[in-house]
């Protein structure tokens, strides 16, 4: 695939300001380990590198319309398949970046990424999280006995009234991303464990 060709260091990235409003959309996670890691056939999202649309182009017209409107949160769910048998096939939030900084990643997109969704584009965005005034990046996921489930009660607060698929993304207001971001305080970031995890995982 050539995906190795494109590194985060070659990537013109460019500082990105945005509102405190964020986008919820899913990801299919791992069925043999207990943390809820992507799937192997997907390349989001990428907490390796704390990107999202740069190693895979999934949904690139949704990208620019998160940079368009100045989205500044971009959550993450899945239905979790993993190996903790009491969360099995529940809709689970893992994780989030706070968003830092963008490129136009269509050129490598063209070469290197097959089943690209840019190709008749005009311009195609990857997504990067920030870094704190610690020298953190604003990247977080959880453990699966962290992550926020989503049962009816996080449904409403969420404003999600339809039923959630792969294809769900929910436009979070800033009181709600605020209420959100809450969910995520007091818990361990579990993202080096991710990436390890990752690293290993074959299915
Ligand atoms: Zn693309």
Not at 87 to 105: F, H
Request: proline share 1%; hydrophobic share 35%; with cysteine.
């Amino acid at each position: 695939m050539g995906l190795n060709a494109i590194t985060t260091s070659v990537v013109a990235w460019q500082g990105y300001r945005h509102k405190d409003i964020g986008v919820l959309v899913y990801y299919d996670s791992s069925k043999t380990s207990m943390l809820p890691i992507r799937a192997a056939s997907v390349a989001d999202p990428n907490y390796e590198t704390k990107t999202c649309g740069l190693y895979g182009c999934n949904a690139s017209q949704h990208r620019t319309l998160f940079v368009k409107n100045k989205f500044g949160y971009l959550f993450f769910m899945t239905k979790y398949q993993g190996k903790n048998a009491k969360l099995k096939d529940k809709m689970i939030i893992t994780g989030y970046y706070k968003i830092g900084s963008i490129a136009d990643v269509q050129k490598a997109h063209m070469r290197y990424v097959e089943d690209n969704s840019c190709y008749c584009e005009k311009i195609c965005y990857a997504l990067k999280a920030s870094v704190n005034e610690k020298g953190e990046s604003d990247a977080v996921f959880l453990s699966d006995e962290d992550a926020y489930v989503l049962n009816d009660a996080a449904l409403k607060m969420l404003g999600i009234e339809k039923k959630i698929t792969k294809a769900t993304k929910v436009k979070l207001d800033e009181d709600i991303t605020k209420k959100l971001l809450k969910k995520f305080e007091g818990k361990e970031n579990k993202i080096a464990d991710y990436i390890s995890q990752t690293q290993a995982n074959s299915d």
